[in-house]
């Protein structure tokens, strides 16, 4: 079965593409727009170059397994080629190896001396603030919070996407986190939103 | 035992999994009953709930109409050249 899903110009043949992949377009521009650190024009081209992709291969897509991590991986594969091309490479970490979160409770996400904020803490926050604090961490926290905050793909999904072993997807999103907020915490307390000190 | 409530160390060591739909079941069930006496655990969690809505809507913009119109081209383009 062929559906119309664009503009009126015509039909795709590859089955349940239409169906199946489209959909997914304004996530895999929003995940490729925070790869890129906010560069829209690269966003364009690298969601367009995801969908040639997948097109080309859709034929090693399960149906009905859900496209959406299935995107973000080529996605993210094409990103990582990208930047192989430029020769930027992301910068690789060691630091997963013997990190353990039991070191770390969700209790230390500020430094012991400062209160926790009360929630209404991100009420004062403009999109753009977050969007620059997200775009600050490094790619390998980036894309972990991105994937979960922000597109709500499980741990499992995760894995798939970035073929991280389970605990490093865990501690990866831990600590992205932290930074992030912590990053917010430093910002807000720049600009008077909250005030800094000891509780 | 297992179906007591879980302590703070342990609230806090799945706070994570918990927020993020991992925990099912008892070990769910376990975690929210500590949490809804918790005075010291619960506004963790109140605060990483708020956390996790908050960045969801604040990077969820959609892709430009031009962009998914070009994909739909490149998409048809490749078809017609038996791609």
Known sequence: MTVATGPGEG?????GFAEEALPWLDAVYRFALRLTGGDTAEAEDLAQETF?????HWHTYRRGTGARAWLFTITRNTFLRRLERLARRPEVTQTDVGFDIGDVSPTDIFDKDVALPDREFFDSFIDEEVIRAVEALPTEFREVVVLSDVEGLSYAEIVEVTGLPLGTVKSRLFRGRRQLQRALYEYAVEMGYVRGGTS | MKDEA???????DRLWELLD???????SERLQAHLDRCQSCFPQY????AYRAFVASCCRHDAPPELRRRIFMALLEEESRGG
């Open chain 1, 11 to 15: 039909t795709l043949s590859a089955p």
């Open chain 2, 6 to 12: 879980a302590s703070c160390r342990e609230t806090m």
């Open chain 2, 46 to 49: 109140d605060f990483q709930r």
């Open chain 2, 21 to 27: 739909s991992e925990l099912h079941g008892p070990d």
């Open chain 1, 52 to 56: 040639l992709r997948a097109h080309r």
